[in-house]
């Protein structure tokens, strides 16, 4: 139906940047809200951006607000995260997902990509 494929990963000292992109296929694309995600071993997947598709309206958990941004580009059918002054703490699997307004409203998501590894050593 919708794929969801992520890239920019990779390894990065810290306090530089990196910017992730996400690449949707398939039927057409037209949720309403996507993000981006990462999972560090042993912890919990954790949403770091939110954008809602028609506006680019932003949403920001305070770990990575004022250090990440996330934009569309609609016509491209892509997502991006720049991400500036990483941390070591940053270091995790990054996924990026799309949600529909009645799975958004549930802090759900209706499709996830693959990952991409990004690691910030000290």
């Known amino acids: 139906q919708v794929q969801l494929e992520e890239s920019g990963g990779g390894l990065v000292q810290a306090g530089g940047s990196l910017r992730l992109s996400c690449v949707a296929s398939?039927?057409?694309?037209?949720?309403?809200?996507m993000a981006w995600a990462r999972q560090a071993p042993g912890k919990e997947r954790e949403v770091i951006a939110r954008?809602?598709?028609?506006?680019?309206?932003?949403y920001y958990p305070d770990s990575v607000k004022d250090r990440f941004v996330v934009s569309r580009d609609n016509a491209k059918n892509t997502l991006y995260l720049q991400m500036n002054r990483l941390k070591p703490e940053d270091t995790a699997v990054y996924y990026c997902?799309?949600?529909?307004?009645?799975?958004?409203?549930?802090?759900?998501?209706?499709?996830w990509g693959q990952g991409t590894q990004v690691t910030v050593s000290s």
């Open positions: 997902a799309a949600g529909s307004w009645a799975v958004a409203t549930r802090k759900g998501f209706d499709y």
């Open positions: 398939g039927r057409s694309f037209s949720p309403y809200v």
């Open positions: 954008i809602t598709w028609s506006d680019g309206l932003p």
